[in-house]
């Protein structure tokens, strides 16, 4: 059970971690060598994930300071979009860490108290981006294509895109914590980590734990019959004359094209062939340095966690469509 309040900036769990947490110098051990900057205190789920995962967590780490402390929107917007994703998500240690960052900013008690208020003593700008990230952490597919206009009216296409990434994160991390049950550091949660990793791409430079793969289930028969009321009622045509209409649709932002876009990859990492993936587009195109970030632990997970693909792939779809998201 985590208890939290507004004037606390801390948050304390009843329960245990659900997996054992290292202490800092146990952390640091099992991660990476720095290439630049120096140590300081880790993140209470930092140390959850570095024994398991090393180089995931180092390039988590610098993507968290990325969102934190050098975020497009700047430190105030930027913490208080956080302080309102995880409040949505009801994470404790989401706020904490918001409300710390808000504090360093220079943002008062009494003004973080006013944040769950509904927005009555907000700028109008700050309060367009509370209800969008509440409603993107909560009923994204109802977002409709008048709020994002006015949204990019309001912030321009590039803070826009700073803002959707914001709020992914913040839901991404959100889900973690909440999931291993982490401990926020007894008093001010610590301050993003402005250090790089060195790049590390052979598990046997780290104490990696092995992946032990599960044994191959015994082959079921295929059921004849899905009780499935939702896609019964689908037929393929029906399907495909879906997808054709989302197809057609125009976008809510403008891609930009390949040529603008290669030329945010440095020299040595741009694709060899153009890169026609219309997120990719977007949010490198918008955001290099944070979609950079992104893709760097996305990479990283899939190389050091070897997971089976038909089990990743099962469980992306139970989550894009739990959350009716027709990508």
């Known amino acids: 059970m985590f208890t939290v309040t507004s004037t606390t900036p ?35 789920w930092a140390r959850l994930l570095a024994e398991s995962l090393p180089r995931t967590t180092s390039v988590m780490l610098e993507l968290d300071t990325l969102h934190r402390a050098h975020s497009p929107l700047g ?47 907000l700028a109008d700008d ?22 994002v ?11 826009f895109v700073a803002l959707v990434l914001l709020v992914a994160h913040a839901n991404f991390q959100d889900r973690l914590l909440l999931a291993l ?31 032990i793969m599960p044994e191959p289930a015994a082959a079921t028969a295929v059921p004849e019959y899905i009780d499935d009321p939702e896609w019964r009622s689908l037929d ?33 990492q741009r694709p060899p062939h153009p890169v026609r993936i219309v997120w990719t587009l977007v949010c490198r195109g918008y955001q290099p340095r944070l979609a950079a970030g992104w893709t760097a632990c996305l990479r990283t997970f899939a190389e050091e966690a070897k997971q089976d693909r038909v089990f990743e792939e099962s469980v992306f779809w139970i989550i894009t469509r739990t959350i009716h998201c027709f990508y």
């Not at 801390?10 to 659900?18: G, I, L, M, T, W």
């Not at 206009?149 to 803070?159: N, V, W």
């Not at 610590?190 to 590390?200: G, I, Q, Y």
């Open 10 to 44: 801390y948050a304390r769990c009843e329960n245990s971690p659900v997996i054992p947490m290292l202490d800092d110098s146990q952390a640091w051990s099992h991660l990476p060598p720095l290439a630049d900057g120096q140590r300081q205190e880790l993140p209470g």
């Open 181 to 211: 049950g982490a401990v926020a550091e007894l008093g001010d949660p610590v301050a993003p980590l402005e250090a790089h990793f060195a790049k590390v791409t052979n598990d046997a430079e780290l104490a990696v734990p092995p992946r």
């Open 75 to 121: 430190a105030v917007l930027a913490g208080k979009v956080r302080w309102w994703a995880a409040n949505a998500n009801h994470s404790p240690y989401g706020m904490a860490g918001a409300t710390a960052d808000l504090r360093r900013a220079g943002i008062t008690i009494e003004e973080i108290d006013s944040l769950n208020s509904g927005g009555d003593n």
């Open 236 to 268: 393929f045509a029906g399907l495909q004359k879906k997808l054709d209409r989302q197809r057609l649709r125009p976008p809510r932002i403008r891609v930009p094209p390949w040529e603008d876009v290669a030329r945010t990859y440095p020299e040595d």
């Open 126 to 147: 700050e309060r367009q981006a509370m209800r969008f990230a509440r409603r993107l952490t909560l009923e994204a597919d109802t977002i409709t294509d008048d709020e």
């Open 149 to 159: 206009a006015s949204l990019i009216k309001t912030f321009g296409e590039h803070k």
